[in-house]
């Protein structure tokens, strides 16, 4: 069995200070590991992935996550806020031994204040 | 570009109507999902294929139906539409672990925003 934890549901930051979203996750098996981002109305969009390489996984728009396997977490953090930050973003875990199992967190807000 | 297309951004239809909602992707992949996006409960699957005329169950499959006659087209039924159906939905697709780098990306649609009345 998996399971994905977001810990907090909205976070709110002030442009240009750092950003941490939080996810905690369980599994049985090493999964991959991922950051979606959705802007309203838009579909989901890979911001990076975990997929037992190195544990920093660097991805788009100056974020990046670490893999630790000792807390069971791989937080999404970016050292600057910008504005087109302002989002949702998930934590996804996927099982990829036989049929691709994907779970999804149930999200963060982002908001980004001027 | 790699590509997934979902035919309608935005339907209204009536309780009782038959709805398809179609996805094709353009990367040659295995797997195709459906989703559905619902405020403060993440995203739930519906239904998966992982290949031509296959199709397993996720995690809330009543009151839906799929097909999968062609690798690049998955369609989403709801054979009897209801208000409490009104949501996000949202295809995806990705490659098979191991086939070429497969690493279990999902590739995802823009959406098609539902409402029953």
């Known amino acids: 069995a998996q399971s994905v934890t977001q810990l907090d549901s909205h976070v709110s930051v002030s442009e240009g200070t750092p950003v941490l979203l939080r996810c905690n996750y369980s599994s049985s098996y090493s999964p991959s590991l991922f950051w979606y981002v959705q802007h309203p109305n838009k579909g989901l969009q890979l911001l990076l992935k975990y997929t037992s390489a190195a544990t920093l996984v660097k991805g788009i728009n100056g974020f990046e996550a670490e893999f630790k396997k000792s807390e069971t977490s791989f937080h999404l953090t970016k050292p600057s806020a910008h504005m087109s930050d302002a989002a949702e973003y998930f934590c996804?875990?996927?099982?990829?031994?036989?049929?691709?199992?994907?779970?999804f967190g149930t999200g963060t807000k982002l908001q980004v204040i001027p | 570009d790699v590509k997934v297309t979902q035919s309608s951004r935005y339907l209204v239809k009536r309780t009782g109507e038959k709805v398809f909602l179609e996805c094709v992707q353009d990367m040659d992949h295995e797997n195709m999902f459906w989703y559905r996006q619902d405020p403060g409960l993440g995203l739930r699957l519906i239904y998966f294929s992982y290949d031509v005329k296959m199709k397993e169950k996720g995690d809330i499959p009543e009151g839906y139906s799929v097909s999968r006659e062609k690798k690049e087209r998955f369609s989403l039924i709801l054979e009897s539409a209801s208000t409490n159906q009104t949501s996000m939905y949202l295809c995806?697709?990705?490659?098979?672990?191991?086939?070429?780098?497969?690493?279990?990306?999902?590739?995802f649609g823009e959406g098609s925003r539902l409402t029953v009345l």
């Open positions: 996804v875990v996927s099982d990829l031994r036989g049929y691709q199992k994907v779970t």
């Open positions: 995806a697709s990705s490659s098979r672990q191991g086939k070429n780098s497969g690493t279990g990306e999902l590739f």
